[in-house]
């Protein structure tokens, strides 16, 4: 018998460039053989005509050029909203280790997206923050929102975040030197950072054009490299304890199906490990380091491919034990964890928030 087809697997949502699936046939053949329980020889029975049957496809591990989503450019799609109700100083009470009180996070890739969202969890937790991002304006839109969202939802609160942002292109050394010295300059230090700027690209890896895997080894591994040791070096001339968060993927640990994406793939698992390893490096320093693999999330693009893809969400969801995507400030919690002192021994962990995709 031929084997069953794979188990079809997906990850985190997409962006740019071109899905393209291919469902394949499955092809079964049984037989049987006559089975004889007595000694004495016996007439045999005719063994049964063998019998093909062809089913729907389960797994869409293949390409076909016949199918394909086209990815909108990132001024049709609606910009990011901070969250409302997401409470703040005047929230529940708490264990207090988990506050950021008195401490400045930076995010890269903070003006859109999960990036957008685990920066406002962060003021929520009482941090001030730096926004990064390629998009200033966006970046400074977004600042004041988060500003006037904590402001509404906390009235009468004593003190506002600080909330500023900032230019920065994450694969260019001396574009993230000078970064840091400015968002030092607005803060007077940096205690956390998120890494989450990055993107993705579905291509076949036979068509895929070396310059644009290393744009993306650029942004997701150098990218993530160069925000940690810069700020790593201004934590060991502090003297001062930290705590770094790596955005990574579900793609870090599994193979996407149906989408091609494999430098993608192997980028997420290099951030995963670029974390394990840097916090054995800089443990004896004070500084933590964990990350944390989102599966599929509901963001602004995701949510614009998938209205017109309605069989492509259900075919994600389906694999997906809770039966749903995530939503961006299912994130908020454990980035605040993983900053706060109530992670205190807690580094190298890589936190999957996927619903459970990748354990099944």
Known sequence: MPPLPPLLRATRPLSHSLLRLRPFLSTTTTSHKPLSTSASPRKPKAAPKTTTKTTK??????????IAV?????SAVPPSEPVVGAGGAHGLPTLATFSLQGRVGVVTGGARGLGLVMGQG?????ADLAIVDLNKDEADKQAKLIVETFQRENPGVERLPRVTAHFGDVSDAASVDKC???????????????TSAGFTENC?????????????WGVNVDGTYLFATAVA???MERKAKGSMVFIGSMSGSIVNVPQPQAPYNASKAAVRHLAASLSVEWAKAGI????????????ALTEKILNGNPD?????????????????????????FLLSDASSYVTGADLRVDGGYTVT
């Open 70 to 74: 086209t990815y909108p450019d990132p």
């Open 312 to 336: 492509l969400k259900s075919q994600w969801t389906s694999l997906i034990p809770q039966g749903q995507m995530g939503n961006p400030k299912d994130l908020m919690g454990p980035v605040t």
């Open 288 to 299: 933590r380091v964990n990350c944390i693999s989102p599966g599929y999330m509901l963001t």
């Open 122 to 126: 962060m003021v929520v937790s009482g």
């Open 233 to 235: 070096r201004h934590l």
């Open 180 to 194: 840091v010295a400015e968002i030092l300059k607005a803060h007077g230090k940096i205690d956390s950072l998120v």
């Open 204 to 216: 076949e890896a036979t068509a895929y054009p070396i310059e644009r895997v290393r744009k993306l």
């Open 57 to 66: 496809a389960k797994s869409a591990a293949r390409t076909d050029e016949s």
